[in-house]
Nanobody, 127 residues
């Protein structure tokens, strides 16, 4: 049984940093596609960062330069390091993954492409 368990969410103040982790069991994140999404109240879920099977990274304009996506193959964990946070970053954050395809640069934005999802982690940034 595949599980993605997120941790690290919480309440921070503007300008502070937070690190989200996505621990996988039953599925290897090594060379998998890892996506991080967020959903704010009343808004659609959006992809904010993606790590392709070949190691390419993609970021939404809203987080570029502030967030960093990575993976730790030893612990089989996906990581989203967030810095210089502001109130618009307040949302429920989700990690998601799918098996690698032929294109090592492929990183879909469509939520329907992702097979496994974490439970979601609330992140709140106060001003």
């Amino acid at each position: 049984q595949v599980q993605l368990v997120e941790s690290g969410g919480g309440l921070v103040q503007s300008g502070e940093s937070l690190r989200l982790s996505c621990s996988a069991s039953g599925f290897s994140l090594d060379r998998a596609v890892i996506g991080w999404f967020r959903q704010a109240p009343g808004k659609e879920r959006e992809r904010i960062a993606c790590l392709s099977s070949g190691g390419a990274t993609y970021y939404a304009d809203s987080v570029k330069g502030r967030f960093t996506i990575s993976r730790d193959n030893v612990s089989n964990t996906g990581i989203l390091q967030m810095s210089m946070m502001n109130p618009v970053d307040t949302a429920v954050y989700y990690c998601a993954t799918l098996s690698a395809r032929r294109d090592p640069l492929w990183c879909p934005t469509d939520t329907s492409e992702y097979i496994y999802w974490g439970q979601g982690s609330q992140v709140t940034v106060s001003s």
